[in-house]
DNA sequence: AGCGGTATCAGCCATTTGGCTGATATCTGA
DNA sequence: TCAGATATCAGCCAAATGGCTGATACCGCT
């Protein structure tokens, strides 16, 4: 029998591609295509895809993780597999925890993309082979979990600001600010903002 | 007569769907496909396409702007369409300032991509349109130019290194590098290194 | 020969930042 | 109800940063 799948991705130009690479074989059919999060998860419940393959980004509204969660609380809940460009860690470990199925990088081979595709139907957990390795390292020595008011504060230290500005945008003391980065220097074992923006960045924080 | 089109974008997915795109028309044809900026001059020598349609970022290898270059110094020199998921300034004018016809985000529909390469045949200049505002507006204030050594120096204080750091790496005393730094924020119009990263990151500086 | 741009370096000084210790209040979950 | 996490604030001090002025040297161009 056909696997279903519905394509999730903000760029036209993605989906099709990916449906014409998806629809070559065929065990495989596309049966909706979403530009945003919400479009999806309404789609899915209606067209009860096995299989939903979906970008991280997706320009404004809800990102893929938020839909992801949303998508497998679905009844019957598909297997999600997101596909995107980067690879920033933080983004590959939430989308796992989320209840991904897997996660492919968009630079793959269109067969890659199929072989994927038809794993994640039958249940298996889907890795490029890269991040495999990266995905188990971070297993080991876990993301820093930054709270909320952390990551806001980091928001704003990425834009530039000051500790005075941030104070004053987030209506606290300076003191408050320093607080809240002596904690996220620790968490991120840096020493110096720029180096926590960095960090930030590459592991995909913010 | 038909317009013939070379596609250069590093993901594979994402030349199927522009091909499936643009082959949708009859009016154009997809004549070859590039996944690197080498690829892509080897080839448009040889199948002297109109119209090249090639993404910024190609991974490893030579970027879009390079490409752009080299492809408008071959002669008959093809028209060159930049498509690509960013926007940021200083590459939208540098594709610009390279000879490209044109620059189109990829978020758009698929009828305006085809639309971009048959007024890039005609050798119109194409602009998404709120892209087209900033372009000119960079015309008026001209993005900062940098020198090398400047950009270099920009590039350390991305990755969070202090000014002592950057010192050793450059092997130079870190007066030189303060003084390399007064400049950039001058130039970027900054008071800090966050937000000369910023800034930085913004523009496509670095 | 001289000018402008670039890269290098120096010293002074005020401000910002970061490390440290410690305190209070709230909230959540065991 | 009590421990732990979170958010808030304070003071002290050393180091890093940024603004300033000015100097030397090299290079390319006129």
Same mark, same amino acid.
């Given at each position: ?59 404004? =509204? %809800?990102?893929?993780?938020? *839909?992801?969660?949303?998508?497998? !609380?679905? &009844?019957? #809940?598909?297997? /999600? $597999? ?33 072989? =994927? %595709?038809?794993?994640?139907? *039958?249940?298996?957990?889907?890795? !490029?082979? &890269?991040? #495999?390795?990266? /995905? $188990? ?52 074992? /840096? ?16």
């Amino acid at each position: 029998m056909t696997t279903t799948v519905l394509l999730v991705d903000d760029h036209p130009v993605v989906r099709s591609g990916l449906r014409a690479v998806i629809e070559a074989g065929d065990a495989l059919q596309v049966v909706g295509e979403a530009a945003t999060g919400e479009e999806a998860i309404t789609l899915a419940g209606h067209l009860r895809p096995d299989v939903v393959l979906c970008d991280l980004r997706l320009g404004s =509204g %809800i990102d893929g993780i938020r *839909t992801t969660v949303a998508l497998r !609380a679905l &009844d019957p #809940a598909p297997a /999600v $597999l997101i596909l995107t460009t980067f690879d920033r860690d933080a983004e590959v470990l939430g989308a796992i925890e989320a209840g991904a199925a897997g996660y492919l990088l968009k630079d793959v081979d269109p067969e890659v993309i199929v072989q =994927g %595709i038809r794993r994640a139907a *039958t249940g298996d957990m889907v890795l !490029a082979p &890269d991040l #495999a390795t990266r /995905v $188990l390292k971070g297993m080991r020595s876990p993301l820093p979990k930054l709270t909320d008011r952390e990551i806001e504060v980091l928001r704003h230290l990425a834009r530039g600001a000051t500790n005075k500005e941030i104070a004053r945008t987030l209506f606290v003391t300076e003191a408050t600010v320093k607080s809240h980065l002596a904690h996220i220097f620790t968490k991120l074992d /840096v020493d110096s903002r720029s180096r926590a923006i960095h960090v930030a960045q590459e592991t995909g924080l913010i």
